[in-house]
């Protein structure tokens, strides 16, 4: 039994991988310990797994002005002492880190305890952690077509995002009985990310009577404090009732997305991931401030992949027409499921798990040889 800590808070975007890959070692026997942020998001997602271990970490990202900086600085430095007693205590014998500001003292702290460590990039474009951290690794996870100068080709792994094993795709027909909704002709999904998109969410609302009257049922996502439960209705051509249902969370995100006939998202790779996972075509809208821009440069990739389109924020406006146009056209909608198909095609999960319990294993030899030199 190999032991295994993986730092995977801060985002969804995160701790949804950090939950795929230690469901996949812990089904193998190992024993996993997950290390989370205090952010309400962790906390709402890491209930559905009662099954695993996890700790919450003192930590705050790197950004805002100078008072917000030092702060990040100090709680960096907390993180890090935290970390080497978590370290001491769970004793691991390989380091996963997922990115974010909850990698970084887990990171340095391995590395000072001669721990192997493990990067996973689930974007187009490198974070600022894995970048900090790159030399450090023993092996480094990423998505199709990111290189990373100067580091050995050995060490690098294109392995994809892994995804938990209760995200799969379902018939539509089945998701919206588990969901409780009813669907009168289509069922458009809006999905913000795990912190939620206030634009879209403003989009929704501004824009449901044209949805509804062209007979567009709405399932919104909305994030965490963003709304309560709610729902709200309008007619379509014909007098029939449509409903926007507004919902603030859900740990049915499999049934959410296997529902639609057509996703309006923005462009994290978690959320990406889990489309291709479910086969739901979609409308991408990168985050216009995420760091390094990687929202749009994994919109650009998911579009030339063939399975969806971008859009811009700056563009809403034109979503409506965007939307009502690809939503009943079933032939280009075929054409993107056809290639979701394609794109998924193995499982990340395991393969990453698998490499994880090899680099332990490689890792551990040398030190078991010169124990065995020296008796």
Not at 175 to 188: D, Y
Not at 242 to 259: D, K, L, R, W, Y
Not at 344 to 360: H, K, M, N
Request: glycine share 8%.
């Amino acid at each position: 039994m190999r032991k295994v800590l993986i730092a995977c808070g801060g985002t969804g975007g995160h701790l949804a991988p950090g939950i795929a890959v230690a469901e996949a070692l812990e089904a193998q026997g190992h024993n996993c310990c997950l290390l989370i942020s205090n952010k309400q998001v962790d906390s709402a997602l890491i209930l559905k797994y009662p099954q695993l271990n996890y700790v919450q970490t003192p930590g705050r990202a790197f950004s805002g002005g100078v008072l917000s900086r030092l702060a990040s600085l100090w709680s960096l430095c907390s993180s890090y002492l935290f970390s080497r007693k978590l370290i001491r205590t769970f004793k691991p014998d390989v380091v996963l880190l997922f990115g974010g500001f909850v990698s970084v003292g887990l990171g340095f702290a391995a590395r000072s305890a001669g721990i192997p460590i493990a990067l996973h990039e689930a974007n187009c474009v490198a974070g600022k952690t894995i970048l900090l951290l790159k030399r450090l690794a023993k092996r480094i996870y990423l998505p199709d077509g990111l290189r990373l100068a100067n580091i050995a080709p050995k060490v690098i792994r294109y392995y994809g995002y892994p995804v938990r094993a209760d995200i799969k795709h379902q018939l539509k027909v089945d998701a919206r009985r588990e969901l409780g909704i009813s669907v009168h002709r289509k069922l458009l999904v809006v999905i913000g990310g795990s912190q939620g998109a206030s634009a879209l969410n403003a989009w929704v609302l501004a824009s449901f009577t044209q949805l509804a009257h062209a007979g567009i049922s709405v399932y919104c996502v909305t994030g965490l404090g963003k709304s309560n439960v709610s729902t709200i209705d309008a007619l379509d051509s014909n007098g029939n009732k449509i409903t926007a249902t507004f919902v603030p969370f859900s740990a049915q995100m499999s049934q959410v997305i296997s529902a639609a006939d057509l996703v309006i998202s923005r462009a994290g790779a978690g959320s990406i991931a889990e489309t291709i996972r479910c086969r739901a075509p979609a409308i991408l809208i990168p985050y216009p401030h995420a760091s390094d821009d990687h929202q749009n440069a994994n919109a650009r990739m998911h579009e030339q992949h063939g399975v969806g389109l971008q859009l811009s924020e700056s563009d809403l406006s034109s979503l409506v027409d965007e939307t009502k146009e690809l939503i009943y056209n079933d032939w280009v909608l075929g054409k993107f499921k056809s290639n979701l198909s394609r794109l998924d095609r193995f499982d990340s999960c395991q393969r990453i798990a698998d490499d994880i319990v090899e680099l332990s294993l490689c890792s551990a030899a040398p030190m078991s040889g010169l124990m065995e030199s020296t008796t």
